[in-house]
């Protein structure tokens, strides 16, 4: 694998599919304006970015995902929220009897952040703070390529067309209901949207959330959405990270997808996430 130094950093690709690892920070001290510039370049490069080694406390963490854009607030009411207002545990630990972070067991489907609000988080950080023997691994995909290797006769069909994405998976992470019920958070996107910086297209539908393609009958609608969910979570397209602790993973959320495998809900996981805003697919 080609290895790039600058300004004292190292930047190596972490799979086939996506992913840059950097290597020669300490996220614990600021960053200056020409490693973080590089540091963010890699990140439009390889769609998610990988930092091992980390020793992070909330406020270090904060203050490097700053450096992205602007904070995202927590938009759903969980537990585990840390003192900064952006900040929320992903943890199946309890304490006192209630668990003290969000999310915090099973498999969850492969979706994209907070893509049922008009402006979905244009980032997601995860700090790993413990971590299972086994599985709890984030799976990333690139949709990049998913919406590249598309037949092109479904690239035409499907050009600016909307899909309805849907927040209904609070007692599942695998669960993709057939009507919207009163009160779920929804909002429409394009099937196929344009990165702000990058100018590519991705494709923007995914397991857990999607619902429904607006203006296709629904037959069809649920067979090309099948298509699209096995298609964009082929191998190829995927990186597995297999967290250790210390790790701290910054990703794209206009052009990846991630799901997390299962674990056994005895062992402690607990990752620390804060999201940065975004604006309006187009």
């Known amino acids: 694998m080609e290895h790039t130094n600058v300004a004292d950093i190292q930047i190596r690709p972490v799979s086939a599919a996506l992913g840059m690892e950097i290597c020669g920070v300490d996220l614990s001290e600021p960053l200056d304006h020409e490693k973080f510039n590089r540091i963010q370049q890699a990140w439009h490069d390889g769609l998610i970015l990988l930092i091992r080694g980390q020793r992070l406390e909330e406020d270090d963490q904060v203050r490097f995902c700053e450096q992205f854009g602007v904070l995202g607030s927590v938009l759903n009411k969980h537990t585990g929220g840390g003192r900064h207002p952006s900040v929320m545990y992903i943890s ?92 779920v958070k929804h909002f429409a996107h394009p099937v196929f949207r344009t990165h702000p910086v990058t100018k590519r297209k991705a494709l923007y539908v995914n397991r857990l959330m999607t619902d429904h393609i607006i203006g296709l009958p629904i037959n069809e609608s649920n067979d090309i959405l099948n298509f699209l969910f096995d298609h964009a979570e082929q191998a190829e397209f995927t990186y597995a990270h297999k967290w250790t602790v210390g790790d701290i993973i910054i990703w794209d959320n206009r052009c990846t997808l991630h799901a997390r495998s299962d674990f056994d809900s005895s062992e402690r996981r607990k990752l620390r996430r804060i999201t940065v805003l975004g604006e309006k697919p187009f």
């Open 92 to 183: 199946n630990i309890k304490e006192n009897g209630a668990l003290i972070g969000a999310l915090p067991d099973g498999e969850m489907y492969f979706h994209s952040d907070q893509c049922y609000v008009e402006k979905p988080a244009m980032a997601t950080m995860l700090y790993a703070m413990e971590i299972p023997k086994k599985g709890g691994d984030t799976i990333f995909s690139n949709m990049y390529k998913a919406y590249e290797t598309l037949p092109s006769e479904l690239k035409i069909k499907l050009e600016g067309l909307m899909a309805v994405n849907v927040y209904d998976y609070e007692a599942s992470g695998t669960k993709r209901g057939s009507k919207i019920a009163e009160g």
